[in-house]
């Protein structure tokens, strides 16, 4: 990554008269669009030759920071290594050229390779059947939440419209059961930072006929595995609701234990998680659902095709490469990773639950506070040092939270020079606070005003022209 | 352990275990229940050397079949630049996160910024987000959009002539969120203001979503219906195929509200159904109501022009159950593909290119006409997809367009719907014409 | 310590009210402007809009977070502080001063159910 600012925007670059196209010449004839069907302010696009493009995207992909680049410790996102066989495969013609409304006969190759990674995704989780409409990890949340509301409706049980959340979970599942029709009631998390049994017990107790689902993802989102899941379970379906798994902590159970053993009904896998498929800047991603037996029929129509097709390409193309021999260190690997750091750095940062954690765990700031250095300096200062931030302020139970997940694919040399770094920082927190408060220093920004940019948005270059 | 993706050697795993205090690995997953543990091998085949992968993907691949392609109904098969597949792979776009530290990611964030000002060009609206996941969701969300700036109402219309596709995305999120949709008359293939005016005038209207061009490919006249939707103070949106509205009059010049649709026709390959790319644009008025992310310019704390996202108060994690949506993702890359496509097509080329489709699509109606077998379903004016009725057994025919390695169109009631793009040649469009006279 | 006024009637949502004759002018407290941090938008009814006391009437939001605005009585909006729509910052500057709606009150007894001063310090110590 370059650390100096590219800073251009293509339509400063744009010179009228320039190209940077060829079509081919209209052999069609004489026709001409009607003035009255035309537009009559022309669309204010570029105009630059084919050089001038590329460059301009060469040098503001310098600007940013990608697997490839360094080590992202970001909790709860498995940043693992994207293989380059993946987007080999993804790219064949033979898949690239196919309408999806061609006849069966003529995609057969493509349709089995859908069979295949269901198959695949089926034996992983110990659930019966996937929909792969869902175009990414909360798509997949809602899919699995209207599928779940489907299967009540079917039975004529219409008043189980609240699903039960951990208060520790992520903000799109309250958005995700919202856009669903549903509410969300929430279950504390106890001293160990597991589900509160006696807490669930009691919403039970309250609510059992109206509750539609419980929604949790196991490990939670602490990192730690839910060891009374299979009680919870049995709670949970006693009073006639269903399971559904948040998929984004998959990673640490590859080789340890199967959603649909846990006791869950429905889940969503996020592809671009623990399949390797690669995160894109924020998509494409690609958030399977699967289904115990029977509940297949309630899947809902959320997307035309088959959804994000080439991004399954990359995920089949993944567990082809692991394979069942394989696979199945991807959790262990991914859990010592996480260990090992906890271990090495819970002397100087604030662990509040210090307790084996699976693929990540959160710390709660620095140990030594009254340096005022918070986690957003810890966050900012180690861009200095050549790595991604973790999760900041996430989950929301810690004020200073930071959630580290380091993946299988991380070398012990790289976990070493990231714990060095988190030391150094923590030991510059005490002699050069204000170094860290003003944090980064190497990048090509600093810190960026955004309270400006919430209060007075300028969203596109035709903004920015009018205000200078 | 021992794979090419995993960098421990047996000293690393020793001292690591040692440093955490176990004696084995699976002493790790203690705190799993003996009885849920997953034990044994998983039903999937043995790992594959990269040579053995490559060689289950071509035997895949060699059962599809590639065909010529005359289909539409929101996929089509237009041209893509070489640039973009080699710009696309570069790792620091494709590998890196969704851009939250903006000091280390002003890379997508520039572009992002780009793809919101060109789709604000080309829909002729004020906003644009960041993109969404396609046409028919970021149509579901413009659906969900006017409910939610509304007041107390939630019925929907919405145009006979929509894409199926759309209709029933739209139909799904409908039924969760207890909204009412309301299908308006096709009329001669078209959607009529004194359809859309009765049916407002009934009140409990949020909005009105339409589509541009149609299902059938017809250009639809919407003069009337903007003024008519403020009236009953409903909101006005049109879907249209992005790549159209380089000469198409735009949704902004129509008064729409929020303008959505898929941006696969601005050079994305078919890809057997996705990615491809949402986009949703919208008046200033409306632009806190919008889902999705949205980049925005501000400064640095060394006075450079910077970008960072924007209006997060809206989104899923900090909202939670209040958010104005559940999308976490956009279509990053996608977006950049298209950004790219832009960028090279430009003011000029997405003109060009627009009127290469409209005339092979013409040619090829006027070819059609000509043998005497096909007759436009409906006498409107179309862009470059059309709807024909066929004398004979349509079924039949569009066997044959396979057997002759072409993807006929898409086989409708009585008939074709067909689409021409810049890709196809004359000698391309008088073979299907060819076989279709026989 | 965030500054709390006498004579205003305050909810556990922390809005105030400060009555004047058969008005209220509604805000919110100098504690939550506090924690929101810096406001860059308030979302805000129209003139006419009924409120209903306990219910939703617009929100306000800060880069971190936004926050919902629930009317601690019910009546009709007269006035709106318009001041806001430029300058929603005003608000972290005197959130007391910087009033958010105007409203005709329509039943005066539900100030009884709401804090005073003392009792919404007391409140915002725990």
């Given at each position: 990554m370059n650390n100096r600012l590219y800073g251009n925007l293509i339509f400063e670059l744009s010179k009228e008269g320039r190209k940077g196209y060829s079509l081919p010449r209209n052999n069609y004839g004489d026709y001409k669009i009607p003035e009255t069907y035309c537009r009559t302010e022309e669309a204010a696009l570029p105009e630059c030759d084919e050089l001038t493009v590329v460059r301009h995207y060469t040098n503001l992909s310098n600007n940013n920071f990608g697997v490839d680049t360094g080590f992202y410790p970001l909790g709860s996102c498995t940043m693992k290594y994207n293989p380059k066989i993946n987007e080999e495969m993804a790219a064949l013609p033979q898949f690239q050229n196919l309408h999806p409304l061609q006849p069966e006969h003529t995609v057969l190759g493509a349709k089995a390779l859908i069979i295949l990674l269901e198959k695949s995704l089926c034996a992983l989780t110990g659930l019966a059947h996937f929909t792969f409409k869902p175009y990414a990890g909360a798509h997949g949340e809602l899919t699995g939440l209207m599928t779940i509301d489907n299967y009540h409706r079917s039975r004529g049980d219409l008043q189980r419209k609240k699903v039960i959340v951990p208060d520790s979970a992520h903000g799109t599942n309250p958005a995700s059961a919202a856009v669903c029709g549903l509410e969300i009631i929430e279950v504390k998390s106890d001293a160990q930072g597991l589900v509160d049994l006696a807490d669930l017990e009691r919403l039970v107790e309250l609510e059992g006929p109206n509750i539609a689902a419980m929604m949790m993802t196991n490990p939670n989102t602490l990192g730690l595995f839910e060891t009374r899941i299979p009680e919870i379970a049995k709670l949970i379906h006693d009073c006639g609701g269903l399971m559904y798994y948040d998929g984004a902590n998959l990673n640490p159970m590859l080789g340890a234990c199967r959603p649909g053993d846990m006791g869950f009904d429905v889940m969503h896998i996020n592809l671009h998680k623990t399949f390797s498929t690669p995160h894109g800047g924020g998509g494409p991603g690609s958030g399977p659902v699967g289904v115990r037996?029977?509940?297949?029929?309630?899947?809902?129509?959320?997307?035309?095709?088959?959804?994000?097709y080439a991004v399954m390409m990359r995920a089949y193309a993944y567990i082809l490469s692991l394979g069942r021999d394989q696979i199945r260190n991807v959790g262990p690997l991914a859990t010592l990773n996480a260990n090992y750091i906890k271990a090495s750095l819970k002397d100087v940062y604030e662990l509040p639950i210090d307790t084996i954690c699976c693929h990540e765990f959160v710390f709660d700031g620095l140990k030594d506070k009254s340096t005022g250095v918070t986690t957003m300096d810890v966050a900012k200062r180690l861009l200095d040092y050549g790595y991604h931030a973790p999760t900041i302020y996430f989950p929301l139970l810690f004020h200073e939270s930071l959630m580290i997940e380091p993946t299988e694919n991380e070398s012990k040399e790289t976990l070493d020079g990231f714990i060095a770094v988190m030391r150094r920082i923590a030991e510059e927190a005490k002699t050069n606070p204000d170094e860290v408060k003003s944090a980064?220093?190497?990048?090509?920004?600093?810190?960026?005003?955004d309270v400006l940019a919430a209060k007075h948005p300028i969203t596109t270059f035709r903004q920015l022209q009018a205000e200078s | 352990m021992d794979y090419k993706y995993f960098p421990h050697t047996e000293d690393d795993l020793k001292a690591m275990m040692e440093k955490v205090g176990v004696k084995r690995l699976d002493e790790l997953y203690a705190q799993i229940p003996e009885s849920i543990r997953f034990k044994g091998d998983y039903d999937i085949p043995r790992s594959a050397s990269e040579m053995e992968v490559r060689q289950v993907f071509e035997k895949l691949g060699s059962e599809n079949k590639q065909l010529t392609c005359f289909a539409g109904l929101g996929v089509y098969d237009h041209y893509t630049p070489s640039v973009i597949p080699s710009l696309l792979q570069r790792s620091e776009f494709l590998t890196s996160y969704t851009p939250y530290q903006a000091e280390i990611s002003q890379g997508t964030l520039h572009y992002i910024f780009e793809y919101q000002s060109m789709m604000a060009e080309l829909t002729g609206m004020d906003i644009s987000n960041a993109s969404m996941y396609d046409g028919t969701t970021a149509c579901a969300e413009a659906m969900m959009m006017t409910v939610a700036a509304g007041k107390k109402v939630n019925k929907v219309l919405v145009s006979g002539c929509l894409n199926p596709n759309t209709f029933e995305v739209l139909k799904t999120y409908a039924l969760h969120q207890g909204i009412e949709l309301e299908v308006l008359p096709i009329r001669d293939g078209t959607t009529a203001l004194d359809d859309v005016k009765a049916r407002l005038a009934e009140g409990g209207c949020a909005g009105v979503i339409v589509q541009q061009?149609?299902?059938?490919?017809i250009i639809e006249d919407f003069t009337g219906f903007a003024d008519a939707c403020h009236e009953q103070k409903a909101l006005f949106v049109i879907d249209s195929v992005a790549a159209d509205l380089a000469v198409l009059k735009t949704p902004g010049e129509w008064g729409a509200d929020i303008a959505t649709g898929d941006?696969?026709?601005?050079?994305?390959?078919?890809?057997?159904?996705?990615p491809y790319v949402g986009y949703m644009c919208c008046t200033e008025k409306l632009i806190r109501k919008m889902p999705g992310r949205i980049v925005g310019m501000t400064k640095d704390n060394r006075d450079q022009r910077a970008f960072v996202l924007t209006l997060q108060a809206r989104e899923q994690h900090i909202r939670r159950q209040k958010a104005t949506s559940n999308i976490c993702s956009n279509q990053s890359l996608m977006a950049l593909f298209v950004t790219i496509y832009l960028s090279l097509m430009g003011k000029q080329g997405m003109k060009e290119a627009a009127q290469l489709s409209y005339a092979g699509a013409h040619y090829l109606c006027d070819e059609l006409l000509k043998t005497g077998r096909f007759s436009l379903a409906f006498d409107k004016p179309f862009f470059n997809e059309f709807y024909v009725k066929y004398d004979g057994d349509a079924q039949t025919l569009y066997q044959r367009f396979i057997e002759a390695g072409i993807l006929g169109g898409v086989l409708m009631e009585e008939g074709f719907l067909f689409a021409v793009t810049e890709k196809r040649t004359k000698e391309e469009i008088d073979n299907l014409v060819k076989i279709a006279a026989l | 310590m965030a500054k709390v006024i006498e004579g205003l009637y305050y909810s556990e949502s922390h809005e105030f009210v400060r009555v004047e004759g058969d008005f209220g002018f509604i805000g919110i407290t100098d504690f939550a402007q506090n924690a929101l941090g810096n406001v860059v938008y308030v979302d805000m009814p129209e003139v006419d809009d009924e409120v209903t006391a306990g219910e939703e009437f617009g929100a306000v939001e800060s880069v971190k977070a936004a926050s919902d605005l629930y009317s601690p009585v019910s009546g009709t909006v007269v006035e709106i502080n318009e001041a806001l729509e430029d300058q929603p910052e005003l608000i972290n500057e005197d959130a007391f001063e910087n009033w958010i709606i105007k409203v005709e009150l329509s039943d005066k007894s539900e100030l009884d159910s709401l804090m005073d001063a003392a009792a919404y310090e007391a409140f915002c110590a725990k």
């Open positions: 037996e029977g509940l297949q029929e309630c899947f809902p129509f959320v997307s035309p095709y088959q959804g994000n980064p220093h190497t990048t090509p920004i600093g810190r960026v005003d | 061009p149609n299902v059938y490919g941006g696969q026709s601005l050079g994305i390959p078919m890809q057997f159904g996705g | -």
